[in-house]
């Protein structure tokens, strides 16, 4: 049988590939600066890094991120130990901000990655985020917020208010604030926008919601829900309570919404009960809508996307 390749053989392989890939991320992890620096990287908060999470690799996972992102991510924090603009803050058990200044006279964006509330895409919904808005003149802080059993509310929408209130106390950018969510991000982002008077800080001046889960009454991302609702995620007033579009009112900030017309992971459906909802309070928007299936690609460089970031910041940048 030409071409075939025996079971055992093939097993072989992958077991000789195995360690590998492995190594080059641990060996990451084991830099003295990245050992010090990351242990926030582990949703559950883990004191120090276990080697034996690494057999995440067998579902492509580890620390509660995809193998190609946490590379991606350990790579660029130790590109970027030295660069002084660029700030590491832990905020508690698995949580922390990753602060980048440009200019002190300047607006901060909160970027609220996505993940499902399973995870934090931290890479192409954050970090790639803050290199473009760099480019583009704003200060920026990507908050690495609970996930799984610790993203229940109020837990993510508190860590939100935590890092606006860390802006005002650090003096990253002029004081002034506006939130850029993706996916179960645009969840957290958009909900935050019409309670941050709840949580001690004011509102934010504009919203950008990516491709965002909206609503949690069906159809939904149901990760998400199980994950943001915790033990009532079954409760259906519950579930209506924390829809974005249900929280609209009048004061809600100007919103840069856009997504996929057939989205296979969030039901486009919630970005139309959320712009029905800024049209009837007559709140300032604009919405975008890229066709295909697709869902998560961050800026969208070289697909039919391309280009929905720099028309968002000219949208918000005259209620900055």
């Known amino acids: 049988m030409e071409g075939f390749i025996p079971l055992f053989v093939y097993i072989s392989l992958m077991k000789e590939k195995l360690p590998s890939k492995v190594h080059a991320v641990s060996e990451l992890f084991f830099d003295p600066y990245l050992k010090e620096q990351t242990p926030w990287l582990l949703n559950e908060g883990g004191e120090r890094f276990d080697l034996s999470k690494l057999r995440g690799y067998e579902t492509g996972k580890a620390f509660g991120l995809p193998f190609s992102t946490l590379r991606e991510v ?3 924090l ?4 030295d660069d002084h603009s660029f700030k590491i803050v832990p905020l508690g058990k698995g949580v922390a901000a990753l602060m980048f200044f440009v200019d002190r006279k300047a607006p ?3 970027i609220t990655p996505g993940g499902g509330y399973a995870f934090v895409s931290l890479y192409n919904e954050g970090i790639d985020y803050a290199l473009a808005l760099k480019k583009h003149g704003f200060n920026s802080l990507i908050l690495k917020y609970s996930c ?3 993203a229940a509310y ?3 929408l508190e860590e939100v208010a935590t890092s606006i209130k860390l802006v005002l106390t650090s003096g990253l950018g002029n004081g002034d604030y506006f939130l850029i969510g993706s996916s179960a991000g645009g969840h957290l982002a958009g909900l ?5 008077f709840e949580f001690g800080v004011r509102a934010p001046k504009a919203a950008i919601l990516a491709y965002p889960v909206i609503t949690l009454s069906n159809p939904t991302h149901v990760g998400s829900r199980r994950y943001f609702l915790g033990e009532k995620r079954n409760d ?3 579930r209506k309570r924390f829809s974005v579009q249900n929280n609209v009112t009048s004061s809600y900030p100007p919103t840069y919404i856009w997504g996929y017309s057939q989205d296979a992971v969030v039901p486009p459906n919630g970005r ?3 712009v029905e909802a800024l049209m009837q309070n007559r709140v300032p928007y604009k919405e975008k809508e890229v066709s295909g299936p697709f869902h998560g690609v961050g800026l969208g460089k070289g697909t039919l996307a391309d280009g929905w970031f720099e028309e968002a910041l000219a949208f918000v940048r005259p209620y900055l």
């Open 74 to 76: 350990l790579s660029f």
């Open 78 to 81: 130790l590109k970027e130990k």
């Open 108 to 110: 901060t964006a909160i």
């Open 148 to 150: 799984l059993g610790g």
């Open 154 to 156: 109020p837990r993510p």
């Open 192 to 196: 935050f926008a019409s309670r941050a």
């Open 236 to 238: 259906l007033e519950e």
């Open 272 to 274: 139309h009960l959320m």
